[in-house]
Nanobody
Framework: QVQLVESGGGLVQAGGSLRLSCVASRNIFGIENMGWYRQAPGKQRELVAAITSGGRTNYADSVKGRFTISRDNVKNTAYLQMNSLKPEDTAVYYC???????????WGQGTQVTVSS
């Protein structure tokens, strides 16, 4: 079992930056995919960014060029650096992890990001 704990959310003005962190309860060398999703009230949960164990990344078009996902296998942590934040980025952000081989998926509890106009 893998537990994921997100942190770093908060309230920022448009144009500001935040860095989200996702700490896993065990090493993430066996985690093939780590990603960040977000869900705004009344909206579907959507993929924001994902990264494989090999370092390949994928971003939603809405955040490309503004957000950067990374992972540190030594620290068992994934990060989401968010720059040039817009009010449309306001949502609860969830970390997820996909386990290599078993295809099990784990989710964090989420962290609120609010961007004011």
């Amino acid at each position: 079992q893998v537990q994921l704990v997100e942190s770093g959310g908060g309230l920022v003005q448009a144009g500001g930056s935040l860095r989200l962190s996702c700490v896993a309860s065990r090493n993430i060398f066996g985690i093939e995919n780590m990603g960040w999703y977000r869900q705004a009230p009344g909206k579907q949960r959507e993929l924001v960014a994902a990264i494989t164990s090999g370092g390949r990344t994928n971003y939603a078009d809405s955040v490309k060029g503004r957000f950067t996902i990374s992972r540190d296998n030594v620290k068992n942590t994934a990060y989401l650096q968010m720059n040039s934040l817009k009010p449309e980025d306001t949502a609860v952000y969830y970390c997820n992890a996909g386990e290599r081989g078993t295809m099990k998926v784990y989710w964090g509890q989420g962290t609120q990001v609010t961007v004011s106009s």
